[in-house]
């Protein structure tokens, strides 16, 4: 029985410990406040790392952790994650992203009850025994617009309970259909009308090269004077230094910070004025969103390590179990075709074609192409090659990959036709199909029209159409003691040339297709892994 390693270095919640422990394949280790040099050390060995916001996953760490499978994050961000670094490893990245959605959503009505009703403020100053009632006067949230920019699952969840508490809510989000929006009671509205029409603004996109600074000093130009600010989403969306002076000229009323450009924050002036009230990355922490986070992630790598299966990664696309269904043929056959290039051109490759035809190509096709390229780059690189890396792989190696589709079928209902170019000019066509629900086949290879399993040790071999050939190859064969599965044999009637595909037993050894193609007629032999 495999035994996995896995590395737990950020406090996270008791329960989802508890589950990794009773993995009787896990042998689970809880090593917190590592410094870099330890983080390390230890992860050398593991083959999951369970973290939080603490863990620095550095380019460097990830290169030391030879036999790592997979990095989980307890929590949604992944701020700390070198993803890129792990996906060229070929590293499984997955989060749990909905398990502190409602926490966070809490938490961000929580920070604009407070901002609007000065609630630390007022606190403090009663606990510094004074009774200040005019100071701390406050606002009313009732009919007052709440303007959301991200309506994800978190921003979805704060615009209902701004509903409840009869709020107008619009919101701003380019990938939000208004339908959608309608449907929980929000009017999608441009930044700009966001901007001039919201009392209060609360932000909840992730932090993107999009969005860093998206609120600055020209959007607040646009705000309603008095506006008041929430953001419980990342640091570096709203500018701090903007913030800053918007609140000094009294553009901005207030703002309620959770997140920090520089956490934890280090002389940030922010914290110096009254009209800011703060929490220290709070959004997610009740002990409901951390066990939701925990048990979550424990159950997300047991299951990728022990069942193979990928949930909420984000570096491999997401492929659900009813796609997973319909697809799971197409990617044995693409990958099957990818590995069949591999072993027959001459030259590097340069450029791939992926074509899609008939229903297939109604489909997501993603992870069809990438387990393309991961056939067509294992004979290559090894066993480093994987689903997560792949498509990042081909990239590395400069191939360019084009796919197109085509709904209406030809003689098959459902096609894949791989046509690879390399640095020489050769190129090759290889057409693949699924017989009956489940059954990869290749039905053409250039001109040649074939009917061929494509499995295991093959032996493909081009010759002159002339009476004797396969009897040669047969004794040869026998002679060596390899016996022949299936043969499937295909004509070009173009140019008189016959290509036949045998299945062997056992891969056909260096000198024996040697002796193959020293044969009459016979153009080329070539011994394939599928
Ligand atoms: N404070 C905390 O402790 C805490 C906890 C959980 C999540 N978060 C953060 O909250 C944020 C939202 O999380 P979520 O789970 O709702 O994410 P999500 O992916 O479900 O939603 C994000 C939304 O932002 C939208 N968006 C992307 N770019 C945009 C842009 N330029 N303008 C407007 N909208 C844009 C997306 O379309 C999406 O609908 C993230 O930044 C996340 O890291 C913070
Ligand atoms: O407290 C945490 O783990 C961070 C919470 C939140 O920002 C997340 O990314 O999930």
């Known amino acids: 029985m495999a035994t996995y390693k896995i590395l737990i270095t950020d406090n996270i919640a008791p329960q989802g410990i508890e589950l990794l422990e009773k993995v009787p394949q896990f042998d689970v280790e809880v090593a917190v406040s590592l410094s870099p040099e330890e983080l390390k050390k230890k992860v050398k060995d593991a083959h999951a790392l369970i973290i939080r916001s603490a863990t620095k996953v550095t380019s460097d760490v990830i290169e030391g952790a030879k036999k790592l499978k997979v990095i989980g994050r307890a929590g949604i961000g992944l701020d700390n994650v070198d993803v890129r670094a792990a996906t060229k490893k070929g590293i499984v990245v997955m989060n749990a992203p909905e398990g502190n959605m409602v926490t966070t959503a809490e938490h961000t009505i929580a920070m604009l009850m407070a901002l609007a009703r000065n609630i630390p403020q007022a606190t403090a100053s009663l606990k510094s025994k004074k009774w200040e009632k005019k100071k701390f006067q406050g606002r009313e949230l009732y009919r007052k617009i709440l303007g959301i920019i991200g309506l994800g699952r978190i921003g979805s969840i704060v615009a209902d309970r701004a509903n409840g508490l009869k709020m107008k809510v619009i919101a701003y989000d380019p990938f939000v259909r208004p ?200 004979p290559i690189l090894g066993e480093q090659v994987n689903f997560v890396n792949a498509d990042f792989l081909a990239t590395e190696r400069g191939i360019q990959v084009k796919e197109s589709k085509r709904e209406i079928p030809s003689d098959f209902t459902n096609v894949i036709i791989v046509n690879v170019h390399t640095e020489s000019g050769e190129k090759k066509s290889i057409t693949g199909t699924i017989f009956g629900k489940k059954q990869p086949r290749i039905v053409r290879l250039d001109g040649f029209a074939l009917e061929a399993v494509p499995e295991g040790h093959m032996l493909l071999i081009q010759n002159v159409d002339r009476p004797g050939v396969i009897g040669n190859i047969g004794t040869i064969l026998g002679r060596h003691q390899i016996n022949i599965g299936r043969m499937h044999v295909g004509q070009d009637e173009i140019t008189g040339q016959t290509l036949i595909l045998l299945s062997t037993n056992i891969p056909v050894p260096k000198p024996v297709l040697e002796e193959i193609k020293e044969l009459p007629h016979v153009i080329s032999a070539i011994s394939l892994e599928l």
């Open 179 to 378: 339908e959608m929006a309608e449907k929980i009671g929000v009017e999608l509205v441009s930044l700009e009308e966001l901007y001039q029409r919201a009392d209060f603004i609360t932000i909840h996109t992730p932090l993107t090269p999009e969005t860093k600074y998206l609120i600055n000093k020209k959007a607040f130009a646009q705000m309603k004077d008095g506006v008041m600010i929430v953001n419980c989403a990342r640091g570096g969306i709203v500018k701090e230094k903007d913030l800053y002076e918007a609140i000094q000229k009294g553009k901005v009323a207030g703002a309620a910070l959770d997140v920090f450009e520089k956490e934890p924050p280090q002389d940030n002036p922010l914290l110096d004025l009254d009209r800011v009230i703060c929490t220290p990355h709070l959004g997610a922490s009740t002990q409901e969103a951390q066990t939701n986070v925990a048990v979550a992630i424990a159950e997300q790598v047991t299951d990728y390590l022990i069942n193979g299966v990928v949930r909420n990664a984000v570096n491999v696309p997401i492929i659900s179990e009813e796609l997973l269904s319909v697809l799971g043929p197409y990617l044995t056959l693409a990958e099957k075709i990818g590995a069949f290039h591999a072993q027959v051109v001459k030259a590097p490759i340069k450029e791939v074609e992926i074509e899609y035809i008939g229903d297939v190509a109604k489909t997501d096709t993603r992870p069809i192409k990438i387990a393309g390229l991961k056939g067509l780059l294992t």
